[in-house]
């Protein structure tokens, strides 16, 4: 798992060797002319982070430990001011495989809400199911391709969303915000 470049090899030796890149460097770029690129080089001092999840079993067991290496989401309380949501709620839930990855939360480009998006890692579908504050106070949800272009409504019953997420796919939702 690393924190920068996510490129790794295995080598085909007696000891399977791991080789982590570290950093890559060119002077040059293009295989159909000379174009140099001293700024490439990277000249200087770096430093590298990257860590090594061991496991039993296929490597979806391992992939949640090693998604949030690189994307920790942990809720405090701070006492700095008064929130509107209980602590013992959350604003989002998220129940599902360690397989199906919340890769994406963001203002949808559209305006009209939120984008989730999630992708499933397994060779089989996934249910996933997504509650909290933020499905109680949605006016629609609609899943979407990447560009958020619609694709059809989506449930949401008693306050929570449930979908399978079918084998190897990225599947995206649009939260429309409002009082249901």
């Known amino acids: 798992v690393t924190d920068g470049l996510p490129e790794y090899e295995v080598l085909r030796d007696d000891k399977k060797t791991m080789a ?5 460097c060119v ?3 293009g ?10 080089q990277c000249l200087g001092a770096y430093t590298a982070r990257f860590a090594i999840v061991p ?7 391992a992939l949640r ?3 949030e290496y690189n994307t920790p989401m942990r809720t405090v309380s701070t006492g700095m001011h ?7 709620l959350s604003w989002i839930n998220i129940c599902s495989m ?3 990855q919340l890769t994406s939360l963001k203002k949808a480009d559209t305006g009209k809400g939120l984008q989730l998006r999630f992708v499933n890692l397994s060779d089989q579908e996934e249910v996933v199911q997504v509650s909290g504050e933020l499905t109680g106070n949605v006016k629609s949800v ?7 272009k619609i694709i059809g409504p989506v449930e949401v019953k008693d306050g929570m969303i449930r979908m399978a997420i079918p084998a190897k796919r990225i599947f995206s939702l649009m939260l429309e915000e409002g009082a249901t």
């Open 142 to 148: 609609k899943e979407t391709l990447l560009n958020e």
């Open 20 to 24: 982590l890149t570290l950093l890559r």
């Open 55 to 61: 496991h039993q079993g296929d490597y979806r067991s």
């Open 98 to 100: 360690p397989s199906v």
């Open 82 to 88: 008064a929130g509107t949501i209980a602590s013992k």
């Open 27 to 29: 002077g040059e770029l």
């Open 31 to 40: 295989d159909w002319n000379y174009f140099p690129t001293p700024g490439a």
């Open 65 to 67: 430990q090693a998604y």
